[in-house]
């Protein structure tokens, strides 16, 4: 899909609260893990019913699939007990990244999710190709690339994070794209390009410049924390993660590496 710089869409205030309004529900349950499998399904079947009632069957229909898809899927990437949690933070503390995909149980279902949010996604961009447009599909693209299998990887190559750095080339200021960018330094180990000091920096400026709502600000905390947790410095990570439990207080990741830390601080 070829990438239009030339023709920006600008989101505006209504079509946005409109999709706020239907997807942040479903969000908020997966990020709070408040919900159990039965629930998230029966809220995400509410969730694209109420967009095809109350969203018009254009870009912005595509955009809310693509939201509440692309949710069933963190769902389902998510680990579901902190003590798990804690185990994977000790194997990725040891350097085992390897050992990682072995955590993700549901990775079947949370791929199917993320296809799903695929092509909704790549509706919006075909729709209406502008910043918010490439910087979800490049999101949703790299949950795969994660998750994915040998052949996920070769079809999606570096189009994950091309199409982040299209959405900032449409917009700079994009808040998301910019926690993107920042995460992607901040969750990576430093042999595989990460980078600690410069994603607090991008952190740090986001922050200044305001307008985070409440998903960007859990995100930011809980990459404080993984540049923290990447240098060992303990005691600064886990206080990130804990204002991160501020934000959800459920949530598994932020609670399982939380646990981890506690262990070694003894």
Known sequence: MAATLSVPYVVTAESSRAVAGAVEPLRD?????TLDETQIRALHKVTLERISIEIEETENGC???ALANYFLGRFYQALKTRGEMAA?????????????????HERDSAMAAYRAAKKDAECYVELAPGAEAHRLYG??????????????????????????????????????????EASRLA???????????????MYRSILRDGGVDREDLFNIYGGFAMASFMEEEDEE???????????????????????????ELK
Request: proline share 4%; net charge neutral.
């Open 88 to 104: 994977y933070a000790a194997e990725l503390r040891a350097g085992r990244y390897l050992a990682l995909k072995g955590y993700y």
């Open 29 to 33: 349950a997966v990020y709070g893990h």
């Open 63 to 65: 955009y809310a699939r």
């Open 237 to 263: 990570a886990l206080s990130w993660f804990e204002e991160a439990l501020d934000i959800y207080p459920g949530n598994i990741f932020s609670a399982g590496m939380a646990d981890f830390l506690r262990g």
């Open 139 to 180: 999101e949703i693209l790299g949950q795969m690339l994660f998750l994915g299998d040998i052949g996920d990887i070769i079809g999606i190559g570096t189009k994950a994070r091309k199409n982040v750095q299209i959405a900032l080339e449409i917009d700079p200021s994009l808040t998301k794209a910019r926690i993107q």
């Open 187 to 201: 969750y990576s180990p430093t042999r595989y390009g990460g980078d600690p000091d410069e994603a607090r920096n």
